[in-house]
């Protein structure tokens, strides 16, 4: 069986910047379980794994356009302390839910505290960098009508309802 739609993949795999940091891995866990095709995954990696069979691993690097998109310096702003009511201690690297320009939810991150001044950020942290994936494929079966209903992958390794 090869990765396609509607498929449900397992891949064991280690993602590491340039620079060879490791940022994120499956290793000493359970393989990431996604269903192809539905967005699950970043789209350069599953480009990248459609027509792959079990067994197959690769190597892949994936441009910033086809991850977390460019870093966008308009993504960031200041806002003011008082903007954060509720929240009695705020330290860089929080994160709050935001609404951004478009009425849409985002994720914003607090990347500087100047006394009142809160700086911001709405940009993924890894946009704007290319993306190194070692990449194992564990397993692959058809997707239930419910899971493709759903559009992720239910059960072990996958979303839990």
Known sequence: ????????????????????????????????????????????????????????????????????????????????????????ELEVGMQFHASAPDGQMQIVTIRDLDGDDVTVDGNHPLAGQRLNFQVKIIDIRDASQEEVAHGHVHGEGGHHH
């Open 1 to 88: 069986m090869l990765i396609a739609a509607n498929k449900a993949v397992s891949i064991d795999y280690t993602l590491t910047n340039d620079a060879g940091e490791v940022i994120d891995s499956s290793a000493g866990g359970a393989p990431l379980v996604y269903l192809q095709g539905a967005g699950n995954i970043i789209p350069g990696l599953e480009k990248a794994l459609e027509g792959k069979a079990v067994g197959d691993e690769l190597t892949v690097a994936v441009e910033p356009e086809d991850a977390y998109g460019e870093y966008a310096a308009e993504l960031v702003s200041t806002l003011s302390r008082s903007m954060f009511e509720g929240v009695d």
